[in-house]
């Protein structure tokens, strides 16, 4: 598993000013990070002895990233010129919002050349389990070379493009917002109708 020395100095984005974007369920809340485990950075089911749990908050720099991470995610995958084909019930009635922090963020960039002095590598991180990516949060929320909010990541489903895996300290340290919540379910939002148009996604 993955090891970083204490006074190992990370590869620091700083992000301000920027509107993210989340997509999440009507009954969430939309500030409320995943703590089950069950995601690409979370905190591990038995999480470090040093830095304890932690909750990360998932956003993404676009309405297209969120989407494709969040309901398309490994459907992507399929015969060249075909059309994703994605159950209805897996967008339907999902809501979006934008999201914006007061203060800037410190993020741990988790990609490109960073991931070479880290010692690791993209065909480690990008695969279907989540050992190794949640090793690797739990290592980078506990480090003190600087003390980072959150980590920088390529989408895994757009890869030109990066989200950020947020630790729910920052969620209030950097006076998180939400605002222009609002439904992208295909039945009736616009949004969403033109990003299946693009990615040629189709409800079944």
Same mark, same amino acid.
């Given at each position: ?13 700083? =992000? ?10 009507? *009954? /969430?809340?939309?500030?409320?990070? *995943? =703590?089950?485990? *069950? ?6 089911? @038995?999480?470090?002895? =040093? ?10 720099? $676009? ?5 494709? #991470? ?21 967008? +339907? ?6 999201? +914006? ?18 010692? #690791? %590598?993209?065909?480690? @991180?990008?695969?279907? &389990? ?16 600087? /003390?980072? $909010?959150?980590?920088?990541?390529? &989408?895994?489903?757009? *890869?030109?493009?990066? %989200?950020?895996?947020?630790? $729910?300290?920052?969620?209030? /340290?950097?006076?998180?917002? =939400? ?8 039945? +009736? &939002?616009?949004?969403? /109708? $033109? @990003? ?9």
């Amino acid at each position: 598993m993955p090891a970083l020395d204490a006074g190992f100095r990370l590869d620091i984005e700083t =992000v301000a000013r920027k509107r993210l974007h989340r997509i999440y369920w009507p *009954s /969430q809340d939309p500030l409320k990070p *995943s =703590v089950l485990g *069950s995601n690409r950075y979370d905190c591990p089911a @038995i999480p470090a002895r =040093v830095g304890g749990p932690f909750g990360v908050l998932y956003l993404g720099f $676009d309405l297209d990233t969120c989407w494709m #991470e969040t309901v398309v995610r490994g459907k992507v995958v399929r015969p060249a010129g075909t059309d994703i084909l994605i159950p209805r019930a897996n967008m +339907t009635d999902r809501w979006a919002c934008k999201v +914006t922090a007061a203060e800037p963020l410190l993020l741990a960039r988790f990609a490109d050349t960073p991931l070479v002095h880290l010692g #690791e %590598c993209a065909s480690n @991180i990008m695969g279907d &389990s989540y050992l190794r990516t949640q090793a690797w949060a739990s290592l980078l929320h506990a480090h003190a070379y600087p /003390q980072v $909010d959150g980590l920088l990541y390529r &989408s895994r489903f757009l *890869s030109d493009r990066f %989200c950020i895996a947020l630790f $729910d300290r920052a969620i209030t /340290q950097r006076k998180l917002r =939400v605002y222009q919540e609002r439904s992208i379910d295909p039945a +009736t &939002s616009g949004e969403a /109708q $033109d @990003i299946l148009r693009r990615y040629k996604v189709v409800p079944i």
